[in-house]
């Protein structure tokens, strides 16, 4: 393909490391979607007459049904898929495919097919994230009144609704949709017409183009567009910040689907055998998830580096982006519909939940009823400290704290000071927008609920 100035092949060893064919041949169809829609633009020039459009056309789609056939056999010399290409073209209908490249380089070129393969990968991704968030709101849904025991530094703090536990992930993920969405508008602005670096000397209708791609906007400067990858950035920073947020739900799942938890019980279908304890029902699913997270992480530091020493125009080290890219998509896309089978088919036992919460996570609310009696809250957290200290010197609950112990610390604790001690009661106070009293609850789903619809469309 550049041979014309070469009278050497390249070293055996060059080509093995030059070649992005092994990794790149999945951009087929972008690449051929995107040399398609470049000979309509070049018609629509003057450039290519109709029948010589016609015939690459005709054999661009020779091509992609050899492809999907899974019949395209590749050269010694295909460099990459964009060569692969169109030495295969001009293979099928002579030299007038060798028109197609016309104004275009490669660098044009594989800036466009990987914005095109990209956007629709977010698009796939973000069906499998809603898919998750729907599985997370049904759970939700069923859970409003189910009291589950809050933490903070993994040691009970409060008690909440299990929905609200669950919805919490529901709103790291519509973020993560959302960063997605602005990601794949970042994406589709078209590179196509700007030659290897300056531009392109041919009429072309570069608007056009891009509407026939479905790109929604124009790159403004030729140099910038075949250079930069930050929109692979920001497809690998919102893959590792997804992937930061499941690493975070699995760790709970692990956490509350084993002892002395028990909170929750994954199905059988998703969780896997010990080849030697034939006890075990292992969460490796959600292992995977979490461990697959660093892995992500790792891609986005990485590509980070690959970037931020190049100089101005293109540098072969922008092939290092597909790599990184389609691992990640490939990552989330075999990760989801696992995670949203493990989470639609497991249960929540409420029993367990129940069970794991204790009277001083009522603490707060005893001070909230010192409050309620005019005391100031610093001296309120003070007194149930005392009131603490006084029942685990006793060896007995707050609420077994006899009525004595507690007006020896205060004259505000009065006999209806034990109706505190009420989980449901603590959990329906919270009732502000935002707050874990069922009342709240129901109008996060119903905002989970516009969020998904919004996006059903
Ligand atoms: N395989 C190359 C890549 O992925 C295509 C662009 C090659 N351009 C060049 N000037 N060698 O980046």
Redesign the pocket.
């Known amino acids: 393909m550049?041979s014309g100035r070469y009278e050497a092949a390249a070293a055996e060893s060059v080509r093995r490391l030059?070649?992005?064919?092994p990794f790149?041949k999945r951009l087929y169809a972008s690449d051929i979607a995107c040399s398609l829609a470049y000979a309509q633009a070049l018609h629509r020039a003057g450039i290519l007459s109709d029948a010589e459009l016609s015939a690459i056309a005709d054999g661009l789609a020779r091509v992609r049904a050899e492809f999907d056939a899974g019949a395209f056999v590749f050269a010694a010399g295909d460099?990459?898929?964009?060569?692969a290409v169109e030495r295969r073209l001009i293979e099928l209908i002579g030299a007038v495919g060798g028109k197609l490249h016309t104004g275009r380089?490669?660098?044009d070129?594989?800036?466009t097919d990987?914005r095109h393969w990209q956007a629709q990968a977010i698009s796939r991704i973000i069906g499998w994230l809603t898919a998750l968030q729907r599985a997370l709101l049904e759970q939700a849904k069923q859970h409003v009144e189910t009291l589950m025991c809050g933490y903070t530094h993994l040691r009970a703090a409060q008690p909440i609704s299990a929905a609200h536990w669950l919805l919490s992930y529901f709103w790291m993920l519509s973020r993560d949709v959302r960063r997605f969405e602005l990601t794949r508008e970042a994406t589709l602005v078209l590179p196509l017409g700007s030659g290897?670096l300056a531009g392109t000397p041919y009429p072309i209708d570069r608007e056009a183009l891009a509407e026939s791609l479905g790109f929604l906007d124009l790159s403004p400067n030729s140099l910038d567009a075949v250079s930069d990858r930050d929109f692979v950035v920001g497809f690998l920073y919102a893959a590792a910040l997804t992937m930061t947020h499941l690493s975070r739900f699995a760790e709970d799942v692990i956490l509350f689907s084993a002892p002395p938890f028990n909170f929750i019980q994954l199905d059988e279908r998703y969780t896997t055998g010990s080849s030697l304890m034939p006890q075990k029902q292992n969460p490796d699913v959600l292992e995977l998830t979490r461990g697959k997270a660093g892995r992500l992480i790792g891609h986005l530091t990485g590509f980070f580096g690959t970037l931020k020493g190049l100089p101005t125009g293109?540098n072969?080290d922008?092939?290092e982006?597909?790599e990184p890219l389609f691992d990640a998509a490939d990552t989330l896309e075999a990760l989801l519909p696992a995670l949203i089978g493990a989470v639609e088919t497991m249960r929540l036992n409420p029993e367990a939940m129940r069970a794991a919460l204790d009277e001083s996570m009522l603490a707060t609310d005893l001070a909230d009823y010192l409050v309620a009696r005019g005391v100031p809250f610093r001296e309120a957290h003070g007194l149930v400290g005392a009131a603490v200290r006084a029942a685990q010197a006793q060896g007995v609950t707050l609420s077994a704290l006899p009525l004595q112990s507690y007006q020896a610390i205060s004259a505000h604790f009065q006999p209806d000071l034990y109706e505190v001690f009420d989980f449901a009661a603590s959990v329906a106070k919270r009732k502000a927008f935002g707050g874990t009293a069922p009342e709240a609850v129901r109008l996060q789903i119903a905002r989970a609920e516009s969020f998904l619809g919004e996006r059903r469309a």
Request: charged share 30%.
């Open positions: 550049w030059n070649d992005s064919l790149d460099e990459d898929i964009h060569t380089s490669r660098n070129q594989v800036a990987t290897a293109y072969k922008l092939q982006d597909k």
